[in-house]
């Protein structure tokens, strides 16, 4: 299994790239998110990898960035959602963004990705929406599948949408001392409408 790839990029075309690693040409396919942060031809490169293989084919998927992976890892778990519209997905919004949608439930939004439609969005929501927060913190892909408490995991998905920690705390404290049932995606729902007033 290969976990990462350093080389020189060898060729850049949309959606894909060859990663020179010591005389072997690797065509990795990458996001629109990762191919806008490619330095130029010859360049140096290290890419996290994500190796698919199946009986007939065996396929390399790049990322810069390890919450791009997470994320992406997690999508591929959603039914009817393979590696390449996976990738898709990733190209269609940024991972941000995307985060918003799924855990405030816009499918309206996740369907505007080309390639998705309404049963595929709601899929993603309904499947993931306990599940993304903060795709920079282990807490959200976890390595060790371990798991904040509610309070920590929403503070931190407001955090990963823009928020600041202070303001995220606040707001979520609140919410939990209303409603102390709340489940993590309600918590960030409703923090996400009374912060935007």
């Not at 080389?7 to 790239?17: M, N, S």
């Not at 904040?148 to 955090?159: G, I, K, T």
Request: hydrophobic share 35%.
């Amino acid at each position: 299994m290969i976990a990462y790839l350093n080389g020189l990029v060898a060729k850049k075309i949309t959606g894909q790239l060859i990663i020179d690693v010591s005389g072997v040409g690797y065509s990795v396919e990458v996001s629109t998110q990762t191919q806008d942060k490619l330095p130029k031809e010859g360049s140096k490169i290290q890419l996290l990898i994500y190796h698919h293989f199946t009986d007939s084919d065996q396929r390399l998927f790049g990322f810069s960035e390890q919450k791009e992976k997470n994320l992406f890892e997690r999508l591929i778990t959603v039914k009817g959602i393979g590696p390449k519209l996976g990738l898709t997905i990733l190209s269609g919004m940024p991972a941000h963004e995307l985060i918003q949608a799924i855990v405030t439930q816009d499918t309206g939004a996740l369907s505007g990705i080309s390639g998705i439609g309404k049963k595929t969005a709601q899929r993603m929501v309904l499947e993931l929406k306990d599940k993304l927060f903060d795709e920079s913190e282990p807490s959200i892909v976890s390595d060790n599948g371990q798991m904040r408490d509610r309070r920590e995991e929403s503070v931190s998905a407001l955090q990963a949408l823009g928020f600041r920690k202070q303001d995220a705390n606040k707001v979520v404290s609140k919410i939990i001392s209303n409603n102390p049932d709340a489940g993590i995606s309600d918590i960030v729902k409703q923090a996400l409408g009374e912060m935007k007033r």
